[in-house]
Nanobody, 122 residues
Protein backbone atom coordinates (compact mmCIF):
# COMPACT_ATOMS: atom_id res chain seq x y z
CA UNK A 1 0.00 0.00 0.00
CA UNK A 2 1.38 3.38 -1.00
CA UNK A 3 1.37 5.96 1.76
CA UNK A 4 1.67 9.71 1.22
CA UNK A 5 2.33 12.11 4.10
CA UNK A 6 2.12 15.86 3.54
CA UNK A 7 3.76 18.59 5.59
CA UNK A 8 4.50 22.29 5.34
CA UNK A 9 1.04 23.81 5.41
CA UNK A 10 0.17 26.77 7.59
CA UNK A 11 -0.99 30.37 7.77
CA UNK A 12 0.64 33.00 5.58
CA UNK A 13 -0.18 36.52 4.47
CA UNK A 14 -1.11 37.31 0.91
CA UNK A 15 2.00 37.65 -1.22
CA UNK A 16 3.94 35.24 0.97
CA UNK A 17 5.38 31.79 0.28
CA UNK A 18 5.09 28.25 1.57
CA UNK A 19 6.71 24.98 0.57
CA UNK A 20 4.73 21.79 0.87
CA UNK A 21 6.44 18.41 1.08
CA UNK A 22 5.07 14.92 0.52
CA UNK A 23 6.95 11.81 1.52
CA UNK A 24 5.95 8.59 -0.24
CA UNK A 25 6.45 5.07 1.03
CA UNK A 26 5.44 1.64 -0.19
CA UNK A 27 5.75 -0.08 -3.56
CA UNK A 28 7.65 2.23 -5.88
CA UNK A 29 5.41 1.42 -8.81
CA UNK A 30 2.65 3.23 -6.98
CA UNK A 31 4.11 6.67 -7.41
CA UNK A 32 5.63 6.91 -10.83
CA UNK A 33 3.77 10.20 -11.17
CA UNK A 34 3.17 12.53 -8.24
CA UNK A 35 1.26 15.73 -7.81
CA UNK A 36 -1.07 17.96 -5.82
CA UNK A 37 -4.78 18.60 -5.73
CA UNK A 38 -6.58 21.05 -3.46
CA UNK A 39 -10.03 21.58 -2.04
CA UNK A 40 -11.34 24.91 -0.80
CA UNK A 41 -14.34 25.15 1.55
CA UNK A 42 -17.56 24.52 -0.32
CA UNK A 43 -15.76 23.67 -3.54
CA UNK A 44 -14.79 20.50 -5.36
CA UNK A 45 -11.25 19.18 -5.37
CA UNK A 46 -9.17 20.58 -8.19
CA UNK A 47 -5.90 19.73 -9.85
CA UNK A 48 -2.90 21.92 -9.00
CA UNK A 49 0.27 20.36 -10.42
CA UNK A 50 1.90 17.07 -11.42
CA UNK A 51 5.36 15.72 -12.18
CA UNK A 52 6.49 12.51 -13.81
CA UNK A 53 8.97 10.00 -12.36
CA UNK A 54 12.09 11.54 -13.84
CA UNK A 55 11.02 15.09 -13.08
CA UNK A 56 11.40 15.93 -16.74
CA UNK A 57 7.73 16.66 -17.29
CA UNK A 58 5.57 18.96 -15.21
CA UNK A 59 1.99 20.11 -15.62
CA UNK A 60 0.25 23.00 -13.88
CA UNK A 61 -3.25 24.36 -13.54
CA UNK A 62 -3.55 27.74 -15.24
CA UNK A 63 -4.28 29.51 -11.97
CA UNK A 64 -0.87 28.58 -10.47
CA UNK A 65 1.39 28.95 -13.50
CA UNK A 66 4.26 31.27 -12.74
CA UNK A 67 3.58 31.14 -8.98
CA UNK A 68 3.91 27.47 -7.98
CA UNK A 69 6.72 25.04 -8.79
CA UNK A 70 6.58 21.27 -8.38
CA UNK A 71 9.74 19.23 -7.98
CA UNK A 72 10.79 15.84 -6.67
CA UNK A 73 13.73 14.09 -5.03
CA UNK A 74 13.57 10.42 -5.98
CA UNK A 75 16.33 9.47 -3.56
CA UNK A 76 14.00 10.63 -0.81
CA UNK A 77 10.79 9.63 -2.64
CA UNK A 78 9.56 13.11 -1.85
CA UNK A 79 7.70 15.68 -3.91
CA UNK A 80 7.61 19.39 -3.19
CA UNK A 81 5.32 22.26 -4.06
CA UNK A 82 6.89 25.69 -3.77
CA UNK A 83 4.11 28.25 -3.59
CA UNK A 84 4.95 31.90 -4.11
CA UNK A 85 2.85 35.04 -4.35
CA UNK A 86 0.05 33.34 -2.47
CA UNK A 87 -3.46 34.74 -2.70
CA UNK A 88 -6.44 34.38 -0.35
CA UNK A 89 -8.12 32.23 -3.01
CA UNK A 90 -5.29 29.70 -2.63
CA UNK A 91 -6.69 28.85 0.79
CA UNK A 92 -7.51 25.14 0.74
CA UNK A 93 -6.54 21.71 1.95
CA UNK A 94 -3.73 20.51 -0.30
CA UNK A 95 -3.54 16.80 -1.06
CA UNK A 96 -0.52 14.91 -2.29
CA UNK A 97 -1.40 12.34 -4.94
CA UNK A 98 0.38 9.63 -6.88
CA UNK A 99 -0.34 7.12 -9.58
CA UNK A 100 1.36 4.66 -11.89
CA UNK A 101 0.52 6.81 -14.89
CA UNK A 102 0.85 10.53 -15.45
CA UNK A 103 -1.55 12.51 -13.30
CA UNK A 104 -4.00 14.61 -15.27
CA UNK A 105 -6.69 17.04 -14.08
CA UNK A 106 -9.82 15.08 -15.02
CA UNK A 107 -8.94 11.67 -13.59
CA UNK A 108 -8.76 11.02 -9.84
CA UNK A 109 -5.31 9.64 -8.96
CA UNK A 110 -5.06 6.24 -7.33
CA UNK A 111 -3.32 7.28 -4.11
CA UNK A 112 -4.07 10.25 -1.83
CA UNK A 113 -2.54 11.69 1.28
CA UNK A 114 -4.62 13.06 4.13
CA UNK A 115 -4.00 16.67 3.21
CA UNK A 116 -2.41 19.74 4.75
CA UNK A 117 -4.19 23.04 5.38
CA UNK A 118 -2.95 26.19 3.67
CA UNK A 119 -4.54 29.45 4.77
CA UNK A 120 -3.72 32.76 3.10
CA UNK A 121 -4.88 35.89 4.90
CA UNK A 122 -5.62 39.14 3.10
Amino acid sequence: QVQLVESGGGLVQAGGSLRLSCAASGPTFGYVSMGWFRQAPGKEREFVAAINWSGGSTYYADFVKGRFTISRDNAKTTVYLQMNTLRPEDTAVYYCVSDRTMIVPDIAPRYWGRGTQVTVSS
